[in-house]
């Protein structure tokens, strides 16, 4: 019997939910996005001067760089940077103590193996160079 309701409201069901196919989802964003923007589609046909006409559109003129913010000092500038970097560090998702210990384990026995493969080759080139010069 429910199925019968589906089939019979189809339209408002699918009116209601988010596009399916990404050419639906183009079209929705498409018809969303204002006429005065950067990367909205210029139709075809339209010559380099349209393009400049919808550039100053845009709202607001450039600021002049007499208007800009007075730079921070520099202890300013430390106390952001070090702002930043702790908002960054809380970002970062920490490996577990086993991961640490498989991690470390992994790096130290691929270390182990170069130093070895490097001893081994430089000694076999060094008994070559006695075998040939003497």
Do not use: C, N
């Not at 000092?73 to 908002?87: A, D, H, K, L, T």
């Amino acid at each position: 019997m429910s199925e019968g309701r589906e089939q019979d409201q189809p339209e408002e069901r699918e009116s209601a939910s988010r596009p399916v196919t990404a050419a639906a989802r183009r079209e929705r964003r498409g018809s969303a996005r204002p006429a005065g923007r950067k990367d909205a589609a210029a139709p075809a046909g339209k010559s380099a001067e349209a393009d400049t006409d919808a550039e100053d559109r845009k709202g607001r003129p450039t600021r002049s760089r007499t208007d800009q913010e007075k730079r921070p000092g520099f202890f300013g500038r430390i106390v952001r940077y070090f702002r930043e970097v702790v908002s960054e560090l809380r970002k970062v998702i920490w490996p577990t103590r086993k991961q640490m210990v498989t991690y470390t384990g992994v790096v130290l026995v691929f270390v182990a193996f170069m130093v070895a493969l490097v001893f081994g080759l430089d000694t076999a080139f060094a008994w070559g160079m006695f075998r040939v010069f003497g």
